[in-house]
């Protein structure tokens, strides 16, 4: 009779095998959020350079990655790399991270009010990105619309529903520029802000990619995203074009040492190629086209777009804080989504109308009606509460990503439910002063009546 080995069995002797193995025989294991186009030109140049290292790569969605890396498993991983500085931070608050040693690369310590390594020694930057906008350049012929130069461009209301963006929940790189908008404007002006570009969203696009895409498609004519997004020769149809706005704002992609990695060594020699000047221009190949931190590149010419280096004195007055950043993130995830994602239709609607009275006011004065859509905009500027409130929420309140049908802890259900509850208040309250303001109008002779249930003149 032939005996079974139970899974439970297996799995053990699995494990007692690879325990067994000696750490410097186990391949280089980097778990990463870059695509596969990325991970092979660099597995192929570290394969030539140093032929000794087995490199292995477990490639994943950065939210995914964190939740490998802080799961219960051992995964036997030696480096994390990816793009988002919040990953980073995460990880540094699980205590998942070891002490990685600076290269020298020529690199000054902050670019354009970004820190390049982290300050506590924890992850290095490798690469630079930067944010912009992509846009149609059709569809803006046809509509009559500018490229926006400034951010603040984009709450014009000559954008009203000509914008697309995608959740921050959804994309980490729409995370990082909504919360570097909240840290250099101040976060009663960031939101104020991020509140009327909402108002003029066409959509929420559910992926970052959806941005260029929606722009190449004609969807919407402008986007925001950022430079490695937004390749023209990748996207559907055309004509299609990227932009840096006047501010820039440009972020790391880093590279880490995982706490229990056992073959330091090797880790070490991979995060030794990648800043290496080879490693460097690897980032230049249009498969990865992403922009070196290495400043010789930049003076050589070799690079395409503008100078991080010759951004700082734009940034002078303020430096990203990442710590603080890691520990709000799903705060500022859950505000945007029921403040801006979901009540995207009542807001943009809200939007028009307070643009449509604005408009017809301009030739005339009408007291009670510019004092009605005044009291609209203020709504529509507020936020549930303030930032002191907002940290003593996010330190007090263990708040996660919860699956789509999955129930949220108690305390971050009764967190998302509060907000929501004023979330609605708030619109409702803007929506009235709103329509308040556009009768008052209608009956001065200056707006047409609205058609019953239809919303339009």
Request: proline share 7%.
């Amino acid at each position: 009779m032939k005996h079974r080995i139970s899974a439970l069995a297996l799995i053990g002797l699995c494990l007692l095998i690879a325990q067994a193995v000696p750490a410097s025989a186990r391949p280089l294991r980097i778990v990463t959020s870059f695509p596969p186009s990325m991970i092979e030109l660099y597995r192929t140049a570290f394969r030539a350079a140093r032929p000794d290292i087995e490199v292995e790569f477990v490639q994943r969605k950065t939210t995914a990655a964190v939740a490998l890396i802080t799961g219960g498993e051992r995964i036997y991983a030696y480096l994390f790399w990816a793009s988002a500085p919040d990953a980073f931070e995460l990880l540094t608050l699980e205590g998942r991270l070891a002490p990685l040693a600076p290269r020298d690369t020529g690199t000054p310590p902050v670019v354009a009010g970004y820190p390049v390594n982290d300050p506590a020694g924890l992850y290095l930057g490798f690469a630079l990105s930067g944010y912009g906008v992509v846009w149609n350049e059709a569809y803006l012929e046809r509509h009559r619309l500018g490229v926006p130069q400034r951010w603040r461009d984009l709450t014009a209301p000559v954008y009203h529903g000509h914008v697309g963006l995608s959740s921050p929940s959804r994309s980490g790189t729409t995370h990082l520029m909504v919360e570097a908008l909240l840290q250099s404007q101040g976060w009663d002006e960031g939101w104020a802000v991020w509140r009327q570009v909402g108002g003029n969203l066409a959509t929420v696009t559910a992926r970052s990619f959806g941005v260029a895409a929606g722009v190449s498609r004609g969807r919407f004519g402008v986007g925001i995203t950022i430079d490695f997004l937004a390749r023209p020769g990748e996207l559907d149809a055309g004509p299609v074009r990227f932009s840096f706005p006047d501010q820039k704002v440009f972020t790391p992609a880093s590279i880490a040492l995982l706490k229990d990695a056992v073959n330091r060594e090797a880790a070490n020699a991979f995060v030794d190629f990648l800043l290496s000047v080879p490693g460097q221009r690897l980032l230049l190949d249009p498969r990865i086209d992403r922009q070196p931190i290495r400043p010789e590149f930049y003076a050589e010419g070799a690079t395409v777009g503008p100078n991080p280096f010759a951004q700082n004195d734009e940034a002078a007055t303020w430096s990203f804080d990442a710590g603080r950043s890691a520990q709000r993130y799903e705060l500022i995830n859950i505000l945007f989504d029921e403040l801006i994602t979901f009540p995207l239709s009542d807001a943009t609607d809200i939007w028009r109308t307070v643009y449509e009275v604005e408009a017809a006011l301009l030739p005339a004065p009408h007291t009670e009606a510019a004092r009605e859509v005044t009291r609209a905009r203020a709504l529509l500027r507020q936020m549930p509460f303030d930032e002191t409130e907002a940290t003593r929420l996010a330190a007090g309140v263990k708040l996660v990503r919860v699956p789509r049908g999955l129930p949220a802890a108690p305390e971050q259900a009764a967190l998302t439910a509060r907000i929501q509850r004023w979330a609605a208040a708030n619109l409702a309250e803007a929506r009235a002063a709103a329509e308040t303001a556009r009768r008052l109008l209608v009956e001065d002779g200056r707006l047409p009546a609205l058609r019953a249930g239809r919303g339009t003149p």
